[in-house]
């Protein structure tokens, strides 16, 4: 009988100590996640690694992919129904759209992944907020070189909150901006260039029809980006006899059928195309009208909330794909 009480005591002590042992653990793990939020958002010490860098290191999520010396990185960055594209080449970095506000602080945290503190261009492509929405953070927390937006009618200049915190954002750290031009070329590092094909005209009555529409040259390939570019836009810049023809082209307006006409996509003949389109969008985006014009033409389409960020290589000659979501993909 004394034995046995003795073992319940010893088992009894040896349960507490497993509970002690283990609250002891949960303590330190809350402690230090605390001590890393603290870090990231106030205390900023530089030799501490960031709370992405740790789930990255443990394999909670993956690091963007990057481009090698003599490549172009495109991104397209999945910031749910709205648009940000990213253009790494050499040092050079684009950003074009940045997505609705709410989802500033993961594009942020994509770019700050990629190391970059330094945006050579940003650009607007038109003044929707699923498009600027956070582009007034992006002003202020980054080191911009040089802002391009479009000029629109004075009577189709929005009043948004969006578009006015930008404007402030832009004069309260004299960012050096601009108006998009078409014709004009950008120069970016590796012999890289973006040149601006539209807006065309200075009397649309729809803002989508304003939207900055360029298209990248690296070597051999070539990526078209579109904005929201409809039906009106898309006549005027097969009429000004631009050359769009491309690899990678970014489906406009989110592959709604008032933009991607036949004769567009036919003109522009892209092997593989990128919709940004969100999870049960309330749009019923991508418009099947318009995936059956893509699988018309042979080219194959990639949807961000399939796919995820969406990261196309460039060496010059051939395209490499990745996917967030699904890794290296065959391209």
Do not use: W
Request: glycine letters at 8%.
């Amino acid at each position: 009988m004394a034995d046995r009480r003795k073992n319940e005591r010893t088992s009894r002590r040896g349960g507490a100590g497993a509970k002690n042992a283990l609250m002891t653990v949960l303590l330190a793990v809350l402690a230090a996640s605390l001590f890393v939020y603290l870090n990231d958002n106030y205390l900023h010490i530089d030799c501490m690694p960031s709370g992405r860098e740790i789930m990255q290191t443990v394999g909670v999520i993956s690091a963007p992919t990057t481009a090698s010396e003599g490549e172009a990185a495109v991104h397209y960055i999945d910031v749910g129904q709205g648009d940000c594209q990213l253009i790494t080449v050499g040092n050079s970095n684009v950003l074009i759209d940045c997505g609705e506000e709410d989802r500033y602080e993961y594009v942020k945290a994509y770019l700050d992944d990629l190391g970059i503190m330094r945006l050579d261009y940003v650009i607007a492509t038109h003044p929707h907020s699923d498009h600027i929405g956070g582009m007034y953070r992006v002003l202020a927390d980054f080191d911009i070189g040089h802002f391009i937006m479009p000029r629109t009618a004075d009577n189709m200049v929005p009043s948004t909150k969006y578009y006015e915190r930008m404007l402030d954002a832009i004069e309260e750290r004299g960012i050096s901006a601009s108006y998009a031009k078409a014709g004009e070329v950008i120069q970016l590092d590796g012999g890289a260039q973006l040149e601006i094909i539209a807006p065309l005209h200075d009397d649309y009555d729809n803002l989508n029809n304003y939207s900055v529409v360029m298209r990248l040259i690296f070597g051999n390939t070539s990526f078209l980006f579109t904005g929201d570019a409809e039906r009106a836009a898309e006549s005027d810049i097969l009429n000004s006899g631009a050359d769009i023809s491309c690899d990678v082209i970014k489906i406009g307006h989110h592959g709604s059928t008032s933009s991607s006409t036949e004769a567009f996509l036919k003109a522009a003949s892209p092997k593989y195309a990128v919709i940004f389109v969100g999870e049960d969008n309330a749009y019923g985006h991508p418009k099947q009208e318009v995936t059956d014009r893509l699988k018309n033409i042979g080219c194959e389409y990639y949807l961000t909330m399939t796919y995820g960020n969406i990261v196309f290589i460039s060496d010059g000659e051939e395209l490499k794909l990745y996917s967030s979501k699904k890794g290296e993909v065959a391209a």
